[in-house]
């Protein structure tokens, strides 16, 4: 996939999870967990590796297309503000944390053990902030049920090279 192609991606599926939790609250956590998230850690990570040369790069990018794909739900939803930012501050937080993953674990190890570590450590500080942030509460069992849905389906997605 062309970068131009993953950007798109990963702003429409930001937007599309802030926006459905926003429209139907905290039970489309579990949908998103099992689309719409997985889908920007895998295009996260395969941005991340196009990127990774120029980490400036990376992280100026990464940021704005976080920050820019919370806007855009914001726009098309301003009542929606706690929940965009709830998703940008976990988002950039566990993007973080993953990029540091990535790189600890791919200086050396091999690129896909790199990719298995990133997105299990975004999975889990992404449920945990979003949740807390979004909701001021967190259920173990609906925790526990999204980190490995998000996991899960980001490794398929990365296992079989559809992003």
């Given amino acids: 996939m062309t970068t131009p192609v993953l950007v798109a991606l990963y702003l429409v599926a930001l ?6 939790v926003f429209a139907l609250g905290q039970p489309a956590l579990l949908l998103t967990a099992l689309v719409l998230v997985p ?8 941005l991340q590796e196009r990127w ?3 980490r400036l790069l990376l992280w100026v990018n990464m940021t704005a297309l976080t920050v820019a794909g919370g806007w855009l739900a914001y726009v098309i939803a301003p ?3 706690r929940i965009v930012y709830a998703g940008v501050v976990a988002f950039l937080m ?11 674990i791919r200086q050396d190890g091999s690129a896909w053990d790199a990719r298995v570590g990133c997105v299990g ?3 889990c500080a992404d449920t945990a902030l979003f949740t807390y942030l979004a909701f001021d509460q967190i259920s173990v069992l609906m925790l526990v049920g999204q980190i490995v849905m998000k996991w899960i389906v980001a490794y398929a997605l990365l296992r079989t090279e559809v992003v």
């Fill in 15 to 20: 937007a599309v999870a802030n926006l459905t």
């Fill in 39 to 46: 889908l920007d850690f895998a295009v996260r990570v395969r």
């Fill in 52 to 54: 990774r040369r120029q």
């Fill in 79 to 81: 009542d929606s503000s």
């Fill in 94 to 104: 566990s993007a973080t944390l993953g990029s540091l993953v990535y790189e600890a």
């Fill in 121 to 123: 450590v975004m999975a």
